[in-house]
């Protein structure tokens, strides 16, 4: 059974930045594209981003380009979420998922709160 | 962006009876290899999302047959047989087509 782990998570002040990390078990995360999708408090689930498997090609929701920078380290089976310039509106908690195609979501991590406050 | 929308947005159903959730898109999901790409997720309370159905119609691993997806184009339905206590959660759809993927705002499942 597939696992990913998230991590990174916590309080930030607007403007600053916050880097999550996904820890992903198993000999296929080479092989798939990575998301990640958050969920505001009492709110539903929001696509962010995407990494291709090689890592070559991005996806991002337009709030967050520019912002937000998604990588992943194949060696390591870890996949990365670099957030800089945080707003309020990106208090979210932050999922990973495995994408098996098309937004096939079939794994999700425990998710990783975060809250941009002063 | 696409747009999907579900009704209703909240059901309260008694165990054994069905329950049916629609979702529609603002445009065709149906992929130029023949596929539709239109998914179905639930969230239990405190939980991570997890997938149900995927293509329209495909029960996900360990995903009971009570489960069943229907539907074309930019309407699709997810049908609960005989609702189970264990059936509480937001159920989400959401494509796969076009860039940026999109969810619709969930339907909120209660058993009675």
């Known amino acids: 059974e597939v696992q990913l782990v998230e991590s990174g998570g916590g309080l930030v002040q607007p403007g600053g930045s916050l880097r999550l990390s996904c820890a992903v078990s198993g000999d296929t995360f080479r092989d798939l594209w990575m998301t990640w999708i958050r969920q505001a408090p009492g709110k539903g689930l929001e696509w962010v981003a995407q990494?291709?498997?090689?890592?070559?090609?991005?996806d991002y929701m337009d709030s967050v380009k520019g912002r937000f920078t998604a990588t992943r380290d194949n060696a390591k089976n870890s996949l990365f979420l670099q957030m800089d310039s945080m707003r309020g509106d990106d208090t979210a908690v932050y999922y990973c998922a495995r994408d098996v195609s098309w937004g096939r979501y079939d794994s999700w991590g425990q998710g990783a709160p975060v809250t941009v406050s002063s | 962006d696409v747009v999907l929308t579900q009704t209703p947005l909240s059901l309260s159903v008694t165990p054994g009876q069905p329950a049916s959730i629609s979702c529609k898109s603002t445009?065709?999901?149906?992929?130029?290899?023949?596929?539709?790409?239109l998914h179905w997720y639930r969230q239990k309370p405190g939980q991570s999302p997890q997938l149900l159905i995927y293509e329209v119609s495909s029960r996900f691993s360990g995903v009971p047959d009570r489960f069943s997806g229907s539907g074309s184009g930019t309407h699709f339905t997810l049908n609960i047989s005989r609702v189970e206590a264990d059936d509480t959660g937001v159920y989400y759809c959401m494509q796969g087509l076009r860039m940026p993927r999109t969810f619709g705002p969930g339907t909120k499942v209660e058993i009675k």
């Open positions: 990494i291709s498997p090689g890592g070559i090609s991005t």
């Open positions: 445009e065709s999901l149906l992929h130029s290899a023949g596929g539709t790409v």
